[in-house]
């Protein structure tokens, strides 16, 4: 009787949820929405890029960007070419972010999969639920997920072009507070983590303004970097190559920090991607409990 009831235990640990996530094609995908310095301006002079990418934002085979066919490649710079289509792109945040996460946690983190849907010069109104901006992101996103894959969070650094009209910048919080529900509702993922990058330029004199909106916004799972300060290109708007990896490197010490210290993996928030840990965890769990009946028998 005890061993058919350990048989039980061992057997539905063998098949809890979490196991069903433990799957060689699952991705840790992000979403990369926003304007220009999301989509990458580092090291575009003249509309020109210098083709320089740094050691921090260069390739990985573990590191895939979808394409604007929703096609799976290796990730390169500029991951917004062929999306953010009517500008020059160059260096972004996305590739240092993807290579910091990969080399610090290689074995939670399996592949990546970075999905671009930056736009420049795109203010938040354009952003809104019902907009081509925001069908396009869920579009995208939907298809990402499709052949195997957890959104895993929503890298947000846009509001430069809001900045220009003050109403525009009196409004963005409620606006963008808006965007970011909508977006967890649409994607049926209410705890999703985002990061904004709070702005350190603007196209209009209302850059405080904004800055205020963005850091007032007060979600769960919700964090903010802070860009201001930050090397700029000659135009004093966009972030520079070696700003963008800074900036990279601080969105994914900031990603890390949502995830559970512990390896043991977390049933009440399934977004926390488990690609190694149940393996090791179910091995250990079915092994003692074979122990333990063994050791049962034995005392029969
Ligand atoms: C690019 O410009 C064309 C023409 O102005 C416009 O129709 C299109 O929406 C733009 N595409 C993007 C992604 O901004």
Redesign the pocket.
Known sequence: MLLILLLLVSHSLLLSPSRSLAHPVDKAIFILAGQSNMAGRGGVINNVWDQLTPQASSPDPTILRLDANHRWHVAREPLHRG????HTCGVGPAMAFANSIIQRHPRRVGVIGLVPCA????NITQWARGG?LYGQMIRRTTAAVRDGGTVQGLVWYQGESDTVVKVDAERYQRRLEKLFLDIRTDLQSPMLPILQVAIASGEGPYIEEVRQAQMGVDLLNFKTIDAMGLPLEPDKLHLTTPAQVYLGEKLADAFLKFLPTQEEPNPTNMLIHTNNAPNVLHFFCSYATIIIALFFVFLH
């Open positions: 999306i953010d289509v009517n736009v420049g010069g795109t081509w």
